[in-house]
């Protein structure tokens, strides 16, 4: 379906070439959408946005060689994380990217020089090719995500010892670290090492089990949605944050308590029906759920650039309105089902 558009990005030697690219996905995507292909079609989505992401890092990477920018490191990875990480982008998705490296410690310096600078480099490209900047700054660009191994693992003890509630943030934001490019095994390991550490902290788990309640998902008792009632999106629904995000999460704290080692979401829910860990009629309404939020988040994502998670409830049609609802009350069920093993740890 989307071919034509990954086949141009192979050749693309510029911003204008890329941001063509990009503008080329939404068109496509408005010719194939469909519910009854979203498996094949969001492969496909992820496929593009990988490509143009190997693309600007490549070309940030001969940049920053060219200009004989501090010490190429000996190993490096371009990773990302978020919705990208989890292979679950929608069209206009924003950038959550970071940098591992390994070098002696005598070229370090050298060779954060060289990091910095290509990190700069790529995250000016892909805003200039329509990837807003991420509004958690969680970019290559800032030190938090681009750092050497040591440094990194220091970094993460930090957040495993802290325990605060902007610590548990980072540590599931890091656990959808997956390599797109450079030296892949750098960010596997590294994804690895905090699953394994995190698995091995029982109360660290519990308390990251107890941040999977929240957001709350927006669906009253009586199956009323609770649309925003205020400001510029009132009337509408985020998606993100009305069930799509809670289910993200709760598989993700099921995969680390049961030391599941997939990267993505879809992989998380089939592996743990697989192990037995996730029941195989919430796995089913799951695998349901994940669809209709990812269906109608691409479908309206092409419509708008700003406010692109926002929906107002009135344009989706009854159909929809009644996947959603059903979707909604799915999250809800998971999210219960994390606070009983939650609860079960403290006993």
């Given at each position: ?9 192979k ?19 408005r010719?194939?959408?469909?519910l009854?292909?979203?498996e094949?079609l969001a492969?496909e989505?992820?496929?593009v946005?990988?490509?143009m992401?190997?693309r ?5 990477e ?18 990302v994380?978020g ?6 982008p ?32 790529g ?8 990837y807003p900047?991420?509004?958690?700054y ?9 750092q ?14 802290g ?10 934001i ?14 596997d ?20 089990g ?13 199956g ?8 510029p ?16 999460n ?6 680390c ?9 879809l992989?998380?829910?089939?592996m743990l029906?697989?192990s037995g ?5 919430l796995?089913?309404?799951?695998q349901?759920?994940l ?16 406010g ?10 009854r ?5 959603l ?6 999250a809800?069920?998971?999210q ?5 093993r ?6």
């Amino acid at each position: 379906m989307l071919a034509a558009v990954t086949d141009r990005l192979k050749t693309a030697e510029s911003v204008t070439d890329l941001r063509f690219c990009h503008d080329e996905l939404v068109r496509e995507l408005r010719r194939w959408l469909a519910l009854e292909h979203i498996e094949q079609l969001a492969e496909e989505v992820v496929g593009v946005h990988e490509a143009m992401f190997r693309r600007v890092f490549f070309l940030a990477e001969q940049e920053t060689v060219k200009g004989a920018v501090g010490i190429r490191p000996s190993a490096w990875c371009w990773y990302v994380m978020g919705s990208i990480g989890r292979r679950e982008p929608t069209v206009w998705t924003d950038q959550d990217h970071g940098i591992l490296f390994t070098c002696v410690r005598e070229e370090e310096k050298g060779c954060y020089e060289f990091i910095r600078h290509m990190a700069a480099i790529g995250t000016k490209m892909l805003y200039e090719i329509g990837y807003p900047y991420c509004s958690g700054y969680v970019m290559a660009t800032n030190k938090r995500w681009a750092q050497s191994m040591s440094d990194w693992e220091r970094q993460l003890s930090s957040y495993l010892d802290g325990g605060w509630p902007n610590d548990l943030r980072f540590l599931y934001i890091a656990m959808d670290m997956r390599p797109l490019y450079g030296d892949v095994e750098l960010a596997d390991a590294g994804r690895r090492a905090l699953f394994a550490e995190v698995a091995d902290r029982p109360l660290l788990l519990a308390r990251m089990g107890e941040h999977v309640q929240f957001p709350r998902v927006p669906l009253g008792w009586f199956g009323n949605v609770q649309t925003e009632r205020w400001g510029p999106h009132s009337g509408a629904i985020h998606m993100k944050q009305s069930g799509y995000v809670q289910i993200a999460n709760a598989l993700k704290w099921l995969a680390c308590l049961t030391r599941v080692p997939a990267v993505t979401t879809l992989e998380r829910q089939r592996m743990l029906a697989e192990s037995g860990a996730l029941p195989s009629a919430l796995s089913i309404d799951v695998q349901e759920a994940l669809a209709v939020y990812y269906y109608i988040r691409l479908k309206y994502s092409t419509e708008v650039e700003d406010g692109r998670e926002y929906v107002l409830w009135q344009t989706l049609n009854r159909a929809e309105q009644k996947q959603l609802k059903q979707a909604m009350r799915t999250a809800k069920r998971l999210q219960r089902f994390v606070a009983r093993r939650v609860v079960g740890m403290y006993e």
